[in-house]
């Protein structure tokens, strides 16, 4: 079983950046799909970005609302999967959790929050105006 600790959330004004961090207990990490998802109060969770195993060519995979301004890496040498967030939002106030999943090589399957196995508890990131 896989543990995710997310770091790297804040409050920061319109315009900034953020760099969040997802930590994994171990190796195995570096088999699975990892994804960025967030939930803010009174809404779904929401898919950010997802990117792929290594051995399937590590494509990365994006919302709508995030392309352009977000970027999701791994590091499997470290078992650490990262999100730039750049040019924030106040819609992108939410709290962002980390995913671990099976890779299926069908990139539609990674939108989908129930494709993920594991989770961590999530990082708040407020955007103020």
């Known amino acids: 079983q896989v543990q995710l600790v997310e770091s790297g959330g804040g409050l920061v004004q319109t315009g900034g950046s953020l760099r969040l961090s997802c930590a994994a207990s171990d190796r195995t990490a570096s088999g699975y799909v990892m994804g960025w998802f967030r939930q803010a109060p009174g809404k779904e969770r929401e898919f950010v970005a997802a990117v792929e195993v290594m051995w399937r060519g590590a494509g990365t995979y994006y919302a709508d609302s995030a392309k352009g301004r977000f970027t999701i890496s791994r590091d499997n040498a470290k078992n650490a999967v990262y999100l730039q967030s750049n040019s924030l939002k106040p819609e992108d106030t939410a709290v962002y959790l980390c995913?671990?999943?099976?890779?299926?090589?069908?990139?539609?399957?990674?939108?989908?929050?129930?494709?993920?196995?594991?989770w961590g508890q999530g990082t708040q990131v407020t955007v103020s105006s």
């Open positions: 995913a671990a999943g099976y890779s299926t090589g069908v990139p539609g399957d990674y939108y989908a929050a129930r494709s993920y196995a594991y």
